[in-house]
């Protein structure tokens, strides 16, 4: 294993307008390691990420890769020098067909579609999951698309591989062997950057670990001498309570009692069936019913009806069978703004596709379902807008320089914790589908999550989460 640095960053920084979102950052990569980046959401590392791949340019510092001084103008010219990267958020067009996808960029000439496919499944297998080339990508589930994404990347063979939180949207038996791959592609002389919340995954890959906290890097060490209990202090700058203790002490409100009367049930699921455009059944017979103040959690690898459920319930798919119901109200054959009209808070798995505007303002996005509010004489008041969400911000930590920013500007997690926030603030919220709600976030951000969740239960909604954590 080589100890020469294939990638040194020194005194890196990175300005937004006024937003300082890296400051002297000094960073070496090995060849032949995997190098793991911790941090809270919003701490810097997609953006230090993005400056290694040729999205930003620098406003500080330098880089060298490979030798020579790395001063990328575009993602094309790193991935021509050897660097390839795996985004948070999906670069796949939906309505092409996976291979059609991946061919992008990489085949000139005669496209041999049939060769193409076969290596497609080639690198799938190689990971230990199957990759049809042939599915069109706007019918996959979210982990179906990252495992497209994950395979475009390594189709390059790159001398450094940049993954931003690619487990996240992968089941548990699939995590295992994304780490397996990222360690034989360091064993052969290549490296690693891989930038996660789940510290279960560093201990079992990393090679060194380095912590980003509001831009500055707090720490960088071999794993073997790393504890993480440290680690984690050092991300969030405070000591993190076990979920369990942090939950119990939370649960402060008086549970809901339960009644024998007509509204007994907060959501209702009865023989729902989704057959897809090839007759195929993806969810059958599905049938459930969630008492005001519960929770009920829906395990399961994905792929298996859940991306379905969750599309039926946000009003977004018609069952082909079937009936749903929120509190009273029968929204089977309703649309998405008649499920929010009845109560039904929904946190849907692809934030980006069905949950938010990103070309709008944070403002405007946490209060997409009410803006009505905010209107007179048909014009927006944009001071009480950016008024009030600057305080529900405060209260769901969401964190950005402003409600007025375009929400594109924020992390993963903290688009997912505004999305939460405007879910959870519905009046009345009679149930909340949740899926995937902690996808994304950080140790501390996930205990946010859960302690307004069963805040939310504990005031008598019903709670559906779906997760494959």
């Known amino acids: 294993m080589s100890a020469e640095s294939l990638l040194s960053l020194r005194d890196l920084g990175k300005r937004f307008g006024s937003l300082q979102a890296l400051e002297g950052v000094s960073l070496d990569v090995r060849a032949g390691s995997v190098q793991c980046l911790l941090g809270e959401n919003g701490a810097g590392k997609s953006t230090l990420c993005n400056l290694i791949f040729g999205v930003y340019e620098p406003t500080a510092g330098d880089m060298v890769f490979d030798g020579a001084a790395w001063v990328p103008k575009s993602p094309a010219e790193a991935l021509e020098k050897g660097i390839a990267m795996v985004h948070q958020h999906f670069s796949l067009v939906p ?6 996808n991946l061919m992008l960029g990489q085949v000139r000439g005669v496209l041999k579609r049939h060769e193409f496919g076969a290596k497609i499944r080639d690198i799938a297998e190689s990971f230990g999951f199957t990759l049809e080339p042939d599915a069109v990508v706007g019918e996959l589930s979210v982990g179906e698309r990252q495992r497209a994404e994950i395979v475009k990347c390594l189709m390059r063979d790159p001398k450094l591989l940049v993954l931003d939180e690619p487990t996240a949207v992968l089941p548990p038996g699939e995590i295992g062997a994304l780490l397996d791959i990222c360690r034989r592609v360091a064993d052969s002389g290549r490296a690693v950057i891989l930038v996660t919340h789940k510290l279960a995954e560093i201990a079992k890959v990393a090679d060194r670990v380095a912590v980003l906290r509001t831009g500055r890097l707090v720490a960088d060490e071999s794993m073997k001498d790393a504890d993480m209990g440290e680690l984690v202090h050092a991300m969030v700058g405070r000591e993190v309570r076990p979920l369990d203790v942090a939950l119990a002490e939370a649960d402060e409100a008086p549970a ?53 459920l969750g ?14 119901y929120i509190g009273d109200s029968d929204l089977t054959h309703a649309g998405a703004a008649a499920v929010t009209a009845a109560g039904g808070g929904i946190v849907p798995e692809d934030r980006h596709a069905v ?15 009410k803006l009505d509010r905010f209107t007179r004489f048909g014009l927006l008041q944009r001071g009480a807008l950016n008024r009030a969400a600057q305080k529900q911000m405060q209260e769901f930590d969401v964190r950005a320089s402003g409600p007025e920013v375009a929400f594109s500007g924020l992390s993963g997690g903290n688009q997912q914790k ?4 405007r879910e959870l603030t519905l009046d009345p919220l009679v149930a909340l589908v949740a899926a995937q709600p902690t996808r994304g976030l950080d140790v501390s951000a996930v205990e946010a999550v859960y302690r307004q969740i069963r805040a939310a239960a504990r005031r008598g909604v019903g709670v559906l989460l779906i997760s494959s954590e």
Do not use: K, Y
């Open 311 to 324: 599309m039926v319930l946000a009003g977004l798919l018609r069952p082909t069978e079937g009936q749903f």
């Open 355 to 369: 949950a938010c505007v990103t070309g709008m303002s944070v403002a405007e996005n946490l209060f997409l379902n």
């Open 418 to 421: 505004a999305v939460l926030a």
């Open 256 to 308: 809901v009692e339960e009644s024998d009367g007509p509204r007994d049930f907060a959501l209702v699921c009865d023989g729902l069936t989704v057959h897809d455009r090839h007759g195929a059944v993806r969810l059958d017979n599905f049938t459930l019913e969630i008492r005001p103040g519960e929770i009920v959690g829906l395990a399961g690898v994905e792929g298996n009806g859940q991306s379905e």
């Open 95 to 100: 309505r092409m067909t996976v291979v059609e």
